[in-house]
Structures are given as C-alpha cells and as structure tokens.
C-alpha cells in the first residue's frame, strides 16, 4: 500500500448493502480508511468533498453507472479506480479504461484476488514515481512523470495514469511509429480488437493537452493504417 504517513483513503461504491461491507472490511484490514456510496451521484459528490486515493466501484449503480461515474471523476481527480462487474469482454473493459480505470475485477472474485489487483495498482504507481527519467520535454512542454504533471511557464495541467504511459512509451520510440496493437497491449495489458477505440481516445486527449492547434498536431503524429509517432 502507498507508503505515506496518513492511511490511504477508500471508497466504496455498491448499491448492494453486503458487498460495500465486505469490500469495506477488507480494505480497512489493509489500512485503508474507508466511506461508502450507494449510487452514483454520492460517490462522485464524496470524491470531490473528501477525495480518496482508491475508488472501488460497482458498474451496475440504480442512477448512473460505474463507466459515468468514472469519467466525472476524472475530471478533477487522479484517484486510482478498481472497477467491479458482473461482465468480462474485452468490450466491458475498453470502456472502463477509455473512462479512465485502471484495473477490473469481476464477480464473483475471492478476496485474494481483489487484494492482489489493488496492490498491483499501487506497485505501479510506485514504479512510476521512483522511475530514473522524471522530467523530459516534448516542445515547449515540460513533463514530471513523479508529480503526473505537465507544465510551461506559469500553465500546468494534469496527467493520468495511462496519458503519461502513453506519452512515456512514445518518447522510447521517439520519431518511430508505434503501433495501436502494440500500445493496447504494453500500456494496458489487453489484447487489440477491432472496435478498441482506446489508444485513439487517449490520443486525442493528449492532444488537447499538449497540441498548439489539434487538427494539425506537431509531436503526436498519426500513421494512417499503422499507428502514432512521437516527434520531440
């Protein structure tokens, strides 16, 4: 578990009363401080007000669902998100990561299993944190893979977890083409299929962040028919 002074803080998200407590217990025997949700709309209103380092959260939620909630929560937090679901397609997962999780457990799963995934996500994140090459410039951008940040000037913005993967594994391959197939699988951990439209999505969020005029980008560059190309 992450290795700070304070407990880490949990969330639990599961409209269904005896899964939040079995989850809820399990993380606290792990040193979590846990709150609990039991739809959509609290858990995205209990992240903003008292944000937690982990969100364990249910797709199937009575208002909005677990891929929803996931992507509001992106929008102002980088808190890592383990999602629980009845389903296990390729499909299922593609949207839960292109809405910004970071790892799937499906149910019914053994509590061996959920452990071993939520501290799979936090040796990742410490991996990332201790990596020997913190800071590299793509342009005029500076980017600090230890503080998931990208800054020029005074102007700073946000990175998450799979945006600095990408831009990491990119910057390896610089001015050479890497392939969609290949960036799916090293990035992500999943196999390409036809309707992934996942690496495209975080493309184009890249983009957004790093690109003067997006339509006509400088350093992410598109290969047609083969896949993306980083250009310093």
């Known amino acids: 578990m992450p ?3 304070a407990p ?10 005896e899964n939040r407590m079995l989850v809820s217990a399990l993380l606290i025997q792990q040193g979590f401080t846990v709150a609990q949700a039991a739809d959509g709309e609290d858990a995205v209103q209990q992240a903003k007000a008292s944000p937690p380092d982990l969100i364990v959260l249910d797709i199937g939620l009575p ?17 890592h998100v383990l999602m629980l679901t009845a389903q296990d397609t390729e499909l299922d997962k593609v949207v839960g990561f292109e809405a910004g999780a970071d790892d799937y457990v499906t149910k019914p799963f053994s509590v061996a299993e959920l452990i071993a995934r939520i501290n799979a996500i936090f040796r990742r994140q410490a991996r990332m944190v201790t990596h020997s090459d913190e800071i ?12 998931h940040t990208m800054s020029r000037g005074r102007t700073s913005k946000r990175l998450t977890f799979y945006e600095l993967e990408v831009l990491k594994l990119l910057r390896e391959r610089a001015d050479e083409t890497v392939s969609r197939d290949e960036l799916l699988e090293k990035v992500w951990g999943i196999q390409a299929s036809p309707t992934s439209r996942t690496v495209d999505n975080f493309i184009v969020k890249l983009r957004r962040k790093l690109e003067e005029d997006q339509k006509n980008p400088r350093h992410i560059l598109t290969v047609y028919g083969l896949g993306y190309k980083l250009v310093p």
């Open 3 to 5: 290795g700070t002074t």
């Open 8 to 17: 880490p803080r949990a969330l639990v998200v599961d409209d269904a009363a």
């Open 63 to 79: 208002d909005i669902d677990g891929v929803e909630v996931c992507r509001r929560v992106r929008d102002f937090s980088d808190a």
């Open 136 to 147: 590299f410039t793509i342009g005029t951008w500076q980017i600090n893979a230890r503080k």
